[in-house]
């Protein structure tokens, strides 16, 4: 399951990282957001992969994004198409656009929005 990096992991995580093979790479968190603990991350990939129409471009929304490992994936695994990840957490949009850099993925663009701000619409 995903696990909330409480204050005794906060730094453990900013420091090691969280290893993460389904992207032969590292997410390192800044803040506290939720990081991934298990594989579990990797087999929702797979089920929304399976679901969706393969296409060779396409745009996806990952709505509550959190770390980013769901729009990492797709971004590896799908180079053609352009990954928008949204959270209302600050700490999030940076997790996922500092390490999206890190990994060289330029097809993902993180912003801060929430979802229950109706003005926003």
Known sequence: MLELA????????MKKGVKVEGINGTIYPMGV????TS????????KILNQMERKDRGNMLDLGCGSGILSFLFAKHNKKWAISA???NPAAISTTNINASK?????IHAFEFDLLEEDKF
């Open 6 to 13: 409480g204050e005794k992991t906060e730094k453990e995580y």
């Open 103 to 107: 990994l060289n993925l330029s097809n």
């Open 39 to 46: 594989e579990r991350y990797f087999q929702d990939y797979l």
């Open 33 to 36: 957001v939720w990081m991934p």
């Open 86 to 88: 949204l959270d209302n």
